[in-house]
């Protein structure tokens, strides 16, 4: 699943800096060093351009620093998908300089962050020259998170037809200051992203992660306008999230419910939208130490880990009063079902080895149905509860069951994330086909998983980067029929962390170990071409952005 088989599984800045405000936010924002010092451009991308206003697709052919050619796009991670320069002598900010926007609009946040960050004043009213301006402009093109940003005549103006592209076009200005050696280049870039859902997955529930922890990754994830955090926070080691409704499967190390909407508050004003995730019906081991009545067993008894009754409705119950709990806490339009590595499907003979499900599928479904209807079943019910609660539902692939009585239901979205498993053998051209709507959390590229169990290795972001697409779900191959691959088919895609031992790496080295896989998955997402730039190149443009 989610989770790996488990356990089975300046000194120098070209140009005239006005004022020592100026020199301030050039060097808050990391340009005091030369740009020569970082540059990755080849003698060709160093030659001569003409600044004819032709359209620049991708940051590929020069650094974008003062001085380079009229003709380059900003250098930002993901890279500007389209760019037209123009002849002017681009925008600095100054002393003078402000952020303007209505700072009673839907804008205030978006305008006093980047102010914040830029060392500017916010100003509501009307822009002048060395101002930045943000406004949303209904028709703009580019969806909810598409955005313009236009320099001119000394200023520049950010439009969107809503707020998370306008705080996109932010975060262009921010790095583009700082790989411009503290200036935009005279044009205007039009950007959005090539997929909805981008995010980080981070399993909380087997790992302890600090609220600051995971607010820090907040921050990082909007700088690479990323927009989904996962928070896989129930499994067999832990329960991280203070619960009133069943305190007594809550681990002694928790995120407390403040802490959590302080995350989410956080979140919300990054564009950020959080899923949480109770894992059901395996991955209950937590849920299971406090109700050992619940445990699954086989004929002769054994129990198997995580795994609760499916057949006994007090295991819907308190699954279900735990959704109904946490639903509020979690106010964005997701919830994660699980659903993955349900042990009793991983046997030779279910209905041999389970008879009381077998009994139960058949009681409830009819004489052809199978152990694996009756977990079709409860996903389908708690799909209908998340739904209830206002929430789409999400799961992992080798929850769904095909060939059954009982058929997954089709609004519930598929995160794949394996098919190398004996026991999950379908491919991903089998949801696709059934109409299903996917996510990619490929097993092969986007999973960072603690202590490399399972073969499994830290991924350094170049896999991804060179070889990874969208289409990529399983193994190292696309899927071959780009008519099931688009964006409406393949809905984006998510890093995933597991705590499968949960010691071998400390908060800060896990940090590190993600940044630049996230930075690469951010470049993937958001632009859908060939990246503009090689590795080497990538690698120190994420230096330099602090990415």
């Not at 100054?94 to 914040?116: Q, W």
């Not at 529930?205 to 129930?234: C, T």
């Not at 590595?341 to 389970?354: C, G, H, K, M, W």
């Not at 697409?469 to 399983?474: F, Q, R, V």
């Amino acid at each position: 699943m989610g989770v790996p088989l488990r356990n089975a599984r300046a000194s120098t800045i070209r140009g005239v800096i006005a004022g020592a405000a100026a020199t301030f936010v050039l060097i808050a924002l990391g340009c005091q060093h030369p740009p020569s010092q970082t540059s990755s451009r080849s003698p060709a991308e160093t030659s001569s351009r003409s600044p004819a206003e032709t359209t620049a697709r991708s940051p590929s052919s020069s650094s974008g620093a003062p001085g380079a050619a009229h003709s380059a796009p900003p250098r930002t991670i993901p890279s500007v998908r389209d760019f037209t320069p123009k002849s002017g002598p681009g925008w600095r900010p100054g002393p003078d300089s402000r952020v303007v926007a209505d700072l009673k609009g839907p804008l205030a946040d978006e305008a006093r962050t980047i102010a914040g960050e830029l060392g500017l004043r916010t100003a509501s009213g009307t822009a002048h020259r060395g101002d930045l301006s943000l406004a949303l402009q209904q028709g703009s093109g580019g969806g909810r998170e598409g955005y313009t940003l236009t320099v001119a005549k000394g200023s520049a103006r950010i439009t969107g037809s809503a707020g998370a592209g306008v705080f996109y076009g932010t975060r262009t200005v921010k790095q583009a200051l700082r790989s411009g050696g503290g200036r935009l280049l005279e044009g205007v870039v039009h950007d959005r992203p090539d997929r909805a859902q981008r995010g980080l997955n981070v399993d909380i529930a087997r790992k302890y992660f600090s609220p600051g922890w995971i607010e820090a990754r907040l921050r990082e994830m909007a700088d690479l306008k990323l927009n989904q955090l996962g928070l896989h926070f129930s499994d067999d080691q832990g329960f991280r999230i203070q619960s009133d409704t069943h305190p007594e499967i809550v681990s002694p190390q928790h995120l407390t419910k403040a802490q959590v909407r302080e995350i989410v508050a956080v979140a919300k004003r990054l564009h950020i939208t959080v899923i949480p995730e109770i894992d059901s019906p395996g991955h209950l081991g937590a849920v299971i130490r406090a109700h050992p009545q619940l445990q699954l067993r086989n004929a002769g008894g054994t129990t198997f880990q995580g795994a609760v009754d499916i057949s006994d409705p007090a295991s819907a119950r308190i699954v279900d009063q735990l959704m109904r709990e946490f639903a509020p806490l979690f106010p964005g339009r997701y919830w994660h079902l699980g659903a993955d590595e349900y042990l009793a499907l991983t046997v030779r003979d279910p209905q041999a080895s389970f008879p009381k499900l077998a009994a139960a599928a058949k009681e409830k479904y009819g004489q052809r149905a199978r152990v694996q209807d009756l977990a079709t079943g409860w996903l389908n019910d708690r799909a209908a509860v998340a739904r209830s609660l206002g929430k789409t539902p999400k799961a992992w692939n080798d929850g769904f069951f095909a060939g059954g009585v009982v058929t997954p239901d089709k609004r519930i979205q598929v995160e794949y994330w394996t098919g190398r498993a004996r026991e999950y053998p379908r491919p991903p051209q089998e949801y696709l086909r059934e109409g299903r709507k996917v996510v990619n959390v490929n097993d092969t590229y986007l999973y960072y998983v603690l202590g490399e169990p399972l073969d499994y290795r830290y991924p350094t972001g170049e896999g991804i980067y060179e070889e990874w697409t969208p289409a990529t779900l399983h193994g190292t191959q696309p899927v071959p029929d780009k008519r099931l691959t688009g964006p409406g088919h393949i809905l984006g895609a998510r890093l995933a962390i597991w705590g499968d031992r949960p010691d071998a790496q400390t908060q800060a080295q896990v940090a590190q170990g993600i940044r630049l896989p996230l930075a690469a998955l951010a470049q993937r997402l958001w632009d859908p071409g060939k990246p503009p730039l090689s590795w080497d190149e990538f690698t120190k443009l994420a230096n330099r952005l602090g990415v």
